[in-house]
Nanobody, 123 residues
Framework: QVQLVESGGGLVQAGGSLRLSCAAS????????MGWYRQAPGKERELVAD????????YYIDSVKGRFTVSRDNAKNAVYLQMNSLKPEDAAVYYCAADKALWGNRFRSPGSWGQGTQVIVQS
């Protein structure tokens, strides 16, 4: 199983940028699709972006397309979420998650979670 630790959250003005990082441990990271989720107060956790195990197939929800970029570095056991042009509605706790299955060309179902990192966007 992959263990995950997020970092990089914080307070930012609307229109600003943040880069979230997720450090992974475990031998299967490089063969596991990864996802970034977020959960705002009173709302359900939603998948924001995901990336396949090779790092060449990505997915984004419509509301972040063109603003967020997910990437990974398998040599460093890390996955990233670059967030630009942040809006107040992006404020949430952001979680990275590892897929349950290996060799996935799409993230399907979370098998393990990080503890989350909070993003606050001031208007």
């Amino acid at each position: 199983q992959v263990q995950l630790v997020e970092s990089g959250g914080g307070l930012v003005q609307a229109g600003g940028s943040l880069r979230l990082s997720c450090a992974a441990s475990g031998r299967t990271f490089s063969t596991t699709a990864m996802g970034w989720y977020r959960q705002a107060p009173g709302k359900e956790r939603e998948l924001v972006a995901d990336i396949n195990w090779r790092g060449d197939v990505t997915y984004y929800i419509d509301s972040v397309k063109g603003r967020f970029t997910v990437s990974r570095d398998n040599a460093k056991n890390a996955v990233y979420l670059q967030m630009n042009s942040l809006k107040p509605e992006d404020a949430a706790v952001y979680y990275c998650a590892a897929d349950k299955a290996l060799w996935g060309n799409r993230f399907r179902s979370p098998g393990s979670w990080g503890q989350g990192t909070q993003v606050i966007v001031q208007s």
